[in-house]
């Protein structure tokens, strides 16, 4: 069986043909995270030495990309978006390459009728990428489930904000290393669990009310004239209205799918378990490479006055290791990110 363990770090800085520019040898901080439906960010602190200090002071923002491994495994992939070079060291700081997209636009006139959003996000994120690809892979890990029609015009809008949307329609997606998975928003596949045991500092529950909405109102294009609703008075909560426009949506039942979708999200009050503050202990019944935002942990926990025995959606995760000085040997801090999905620990 698989436990967290304390994992150690390796790091590479690579050129856009895949070349090795520049080993890590002497890595004195690493930070890597993953997000659902979202770019994730990395960072990497490096002591030069012999003749990696020509080398990292000759990158790029952009031009390179940082490659992360945890105990021997690929666990982070993306483009170098920041550099600080100082006295005896040198700061990275990354994206994944789902932010390519966010600085991509549409190439080409797009319309869709009654299709999956998995396949509009599958054109998405080819047509972003056609005409310059650092190098990426898709994988479908399941339909939708959810149709719609959208319409999507040359030059408008940039990728990333299209995908995002897509994101609150009824798809997730996430990144790993240069993988982008697109994923249903209702898979419920557990890839641990955890316990108050595995989090020996406690954990934070939150019930976030501001993000409450019992009826959701989404206007499509101007053109279409399309509107869809779906919701109404909570008998328990009472009614909260939201309005929304998505101008990529061309007709009402797309409309209101994606209002559908957007209840299904806010209704009841989301709860977020969150770790950020604790670590995972090394001896927890899970694999740290697996924890892939869009799959689930079961989570069981009387640790607060808000007891929780459910299946919960990772929706972030945060790994980080120094490597210590004199007295401190250093350490790793594995921290995840879950929410509700609505569905009990079996």
Not at 188 to 203: H, N, T, Y
Not at 277 to 296: E, H, Y
Request: proline fraction near 4%; aromatic fraction near 6%.
């Amino acid at each position: 069986m698989a436990v967290a363990g304390c994992g150690t770090h390796q790091a590479m800085v690579l050129d856009r043909s895949g070349a090795t520019v520049a080993v890590a040898n002497v890595l004195t901080e690493i930070e890597w995270n993953r997000v659902l439906d979202g770019v994730s960010t990395a960072r990497a602190v490096i002591n030069p030495d012999g003749d990696c200090c020509n080398r990292l002071g000759r990158l790029s923002t952009w031009a390179h990309r940082l490659v992360i491994f945890r105990d021997d495994r690929y666990v982070w992939d993306g483009p170098v978006t920041g550099i600080n070079w100082s006295l005896g060291q040198v700061e990275l700081q990354a994206q994944d390459v789902l932010a390519w997209l966010d600085r991509r636009v549409v190439h080409e006139d797009k319309v869709f009728t009654n299709t999956d959003l998995a396949e509009v996000a599958e054109w998405l994120i080819a047509d972003g990428y056609a005409p310059d690809d650092p190098g990426h892979t898709v994988q479908v890990v399941g339909k939708a489930g959810v149709s719609g029609s959208r319409s999507y015009s040359r030059n408008i809008g940039q990728t990333g904000d299209h995908l995002a949307q897509l994101a609150e329609a009824g798809i997730d997606y996430t990144a790993i290393g240069s993988k982008i998975l697109l994923l249903p928003e209702d898979h419920l596949v557990a890839v641990g669990r955890l316990s108050d045991a595995d989090l020996p500092e406690g954990l934070d529950v939150a019930e976030d009310g501001a993000a409450l909405v019992s009826r959701w109102v989404v206007a499509g294009s101007e053109e279409s004239g399309a509107i869809g609703e779906y919701g109404g008075v909570d008998p328990y909560y009472g009614l909260h209205e939201r309005y929304v426009e998505m101008n990529e949506i061309t007709d009402s039942e797309s409309a209101t799918e994606a209002a559908r979708a957007r209840r299904r999200a806010s209704l009841p009050v989301p709860v977020v378990v969150d770790t950020q503050q604790v670590t995972i202990s090394p001896l927890a019944a899970i694999d740290v490479p697996s924890l892939v935002p869009g799959w689930c942990l079961d989570v069981t926990s009387a640790g607060t006055c808000r007891v929780v025995r459910q299946r919960l959606k990772i929706t972030g995760l945060k790994v980080t290791e120094t490597g210590g000085n004199g007295d401190d040997p250093g350490t790793e801090s594995v921290q995840v990110q879950v929410a509700a999905t609505g569905a009990e620990t079996p």
